[in-house]
């Protein structure tokens, strides 16, 4: 497990080049290059701000108004998670004319998907400041100085995620229907995530679901973090952060336990 973070700290230099390869690939032949990647996430929001700020609106509270604005907190960092995860489960198998060929750590591959999706959604920032400043002239106290933290909250879910990519993507090699398990996953756990409603929104006849979303759920401390310093305005608790962190660590733990078990028989299996 530390032999292989070791590792892809020396070769962060031919992490870099690879990153940056990927996206140069993505773009390659398009006009309007990275726009491209945001025009999924703002269709989303704006499909999604209509139906739940729109037509359930008499039912949602004045907790989460303006609705766009909650939504967007959670949302962008959500399709960073889904993209990461889903691009990264098929790095290897997607990659296996390279690792058979060159010599180099094969665990890199997966974290280009992790890195390079992070990038995405760093670029869609811009957008979410623009939406905060927007809200606040109109009125809405949204944001504040404690959208400084955000690199905090970008620093522990990069573990998290990262761990979870390593895992699922030596995993996919050996059982190629992992992909197709982690897709309808994903789409539990996005309603399963208090991203399109607050965690109080749960009904209280419904404890036992509250607290699979709050404990159960890996990603809902991130996502109530994001909503606390971009939308409220306000410090998270601190057994937010302590949650947050103990899960990244685990996360890579297992995860570079896992790709290092199954490291041996890649080569062969892809």
Do not use: C
């Not at 230099?13 to 990153?19: F, G, K, N, R, Y």
């Not at 390869?21 to 290059?33: I, P, Q, T, V």
């Not at 959604?121 to 400043?133: C, E, S």
């Not at 998270?236 to 103990?246: D, E, F, K, T, Y």
């Amino acid at each position: 497990m530390y032999e292989l973070t070791a590792r892809l700290l020396r070769h962060r230099s031919l992490l870099t080049t690879l990153v940056a390869r990927e996206l140069k690939a993505r773009y390659r032949g398009s006009m309007l290059g990275y726009f491209w990647s945001l025009a999924n996430p703002l269709l989303l929001l704006a499909v999604y701000s209509f139906v739940f700020g729109v037509v359930f609106e008499p039912a949602r509270a004045e907790l989460t108004d303006p609705y766009a604005l909650f939504l967007i907190t959670g949302l962008f960092p959500w399709i960073w998670v889904a993209t990461s995860l889903l691009e990264g489960t098929v790095s290897l198998s997607a990659n296996a004319g390279l690792i058979r060929k060159a010599v180099f750590p094969v665990a890199i591959l997966p974290i280009v998907s992790v890195v390079s999706s992070l990038v995405h959604f760093l670029l869609a920032l811009p957008i979410l400041g623009a939406a905060l400043v927007v809200g606040t002239v109109m009125g809405h106290h949204v944001g504040g100085w404690t959208v400084t933290l955000l690199p905090a909250v970008i620093a522990l879910q990069l573990p998290l995620i990262g761990g979870m990519t390593l895992g699922l993507a030596a995993l996919n090699v050996h059982f190629k229907d992992v992909r197709d398990l982690l897709n309808n996953l994903l789409t539990l756990l996005f309603f399963l995530t208090p991203i399109l409603y607050p965690l109080d929104f749960v009904p209280g006849g419904f404890s036992a679901l509250r607290s699979v979303i709050r404990w159960a759920n890996p990603f809902t401390p991130f996502t109530l973090v994001y909503q606390d310093l971009l939308f409220y305005g306000r410090l998270p608790g601190w057994s937010l952060w302590v949650q947050m962190g103990l899960l990244g660590l685990a996360s890579w733990l297992v995860g570079s336990w896992l790709f290092t078990r199954l490291a041996d028989s890649l080569v062969e299996a892809v």
